[in-house]
């Protein structure tokens, strides 16, 4: 799915997949191939199941989507080389995908995604859930779930509700 959306596939890293956007190729509307590609993996994964003892449990991914400067490029040496990335980018992507089971959640994006995609006018609906200093940070950072088709008959109607309510929740 990210190979579709002009994504670049690098490694599993135990059960989860990291991908890129962006590099090595520039991509002109990256954040929106990433956060797209993410709702294409679920809508992919409807239905998947895995049959533990009397009953199937449904598999689930679990995404973080994040838009910051990272440094991209071969790593090592004549030895051994790898095409890598690193920087707090990376490790912020990282943090959101683990956050998701905390909250519940498929996907969860940060401030800068949701921020670049506003500005560009692009159609996706995200709900704030919190905000969050990840491991390794003190400032903290907003985080987002992005609102799948279908999820409600009003998705911008929820969102709009939630942001009331995230508001409410940060003047405690």
Do not use: W
């Amino acid at each position: 799915i990210s190979h579709n959306n002009e994504g670049t596939f690098l490694e599993f890293i135990g059960d989860e997949v990291l991908a890129v956007y962006n590099a090595p190729r520039q991509q002109k509307n990256h954040v929106y191939a990433a956060v797209l590609s993410s709702m294409q993996i679920h809508t992919a994964m409807k239905g998947f199941t895995y049959h533990a003892q009397s009953h199937d449990i449904p598999i689930q991914c679990r995404c973080g989507v994040h838009s910051g400067y990272i440094f991209a490029g071969n790593i090592g040496s004549h030895q051994r080389m790898k095409y890598g990335l690193l920087g707090d980018g990376i490790n912020l992507a990282a943090r959101l995908k683990g956050l998701n089971s905390r909250y519940k959640t498929l996907t969860l994006v940060s401030q800068n995604v949701v921020g670049q995609l506003q500005a560009k006018k692009q159609r996706l609906v995200f709900r704030p859930v919190d905000a969050v200093a990840v491991k390794g940070k003190t400032e903290p950072t907003v985080i987002y779930e992005t609102l799948m088709p279908g999820c409600a008959s009003k998705p911008r109607n929820v969102a709009a509700r939630h942001a009331e309510a995230f508001q409410l929740y940060q003047q405690q």
